[in-house]
């Protein structure tokens, strides 16, 4: 599973468990129109102007970073900044919907997700967050739905791009998949797991045309 990499991982394990985590992709949709419905020709599109908000420099330092574990630093650190809603409250709910999610009650993780979304709909975190939980009740419309917005409020947003890719390679969209790989190296170029991704995708499409 692609996001595994990044500081939500205990988050991840308390929603799917050890196993699922090391044997499946970000997230499975079984549904053809789910996938369809994902458009990510449109929202896997960084915008122009990285420099224009608290994560501009370090999108900027990402992409020029060359060496796999300096640039997993910068990651993360994105990826903290992005955590950080800038509100007690809402920080406060994060942290009760993560142990919530720790102790395996998904309601209450549930409960706390949707008070922060009300709250703050523009915080993509907080979607992400309950596209995992989702995606743990094996509800993947739903998870597909909380991914959408998760890139609709945040493009930028690499793990979701990867979550994406995930979906769509797992329902035979290829070339789709192939183009959000793109557009998460156009982020995060020194991730060499998606170069792998792109590079197998590649050869994979290139087979199918001979």
């Given at each position: ?190 991730d060499k797991e998606a170069q792998k991704e792109v590079g197998d995708l590649s050869e994979k499409l290139a087979g199918?045309?001979?």
């Amino acid at each position: 599973m692609r996001m595994r990499q990044f500081c939500f991982h205990t988050f991840l394990i308390a929603c799917l468990g050890t196993a699922a985590l090391s044997a499946l992709p970000a997230f499975y949709v079984s549904a053809a129109h789910a996938a369809d419905s994902a458009n990510p020709a449109q929202t896997a599109t960084p915008p122009d102007n990285l420099s224009s908000d608290s994560v501009g420099g370090l999108f900027t330092s990402l992409k020029k970073e060359r060496d796999a574990q300096k640039a997993r630093v910068i990651a993360n650190e994105i990826v903290g900044e992005w955590t950080d809603s800038g509100s007690a409250t809402i920080n406060l709910l994060m942290k009760w919907a993560e142990e919530a999610a720790d102790e395996k009650r998904k309601a209450a993780a549930y409960d706390f997700l949707d008070q922060t979304i009300l709250l703050e709909p523009d915080y993509a975190e907080a979607w992400y967050r309950r596209a995992l939980v989702h995606f743990a009740d094996g509800d993947t419309r739903k998870a597909m739905s909380d991914l959408n917005q998760t890139l609709e409020k945040e493009p930028r947003y690499f793990p979701a791009l990867a979550s994406l890719a995930n979906i769509l390679e797992s329902t035979d969209r290829n070339e789709l998949a192939l183009k959000v790989w793109e557009r998460y190296l156009a982020l995060y170029p020194a991730d060499k797991e998606a170069q792998k991704e792109v590079g197998d995708l590649s050869e994979k499409l290139a087979g199918t045309r001979s």
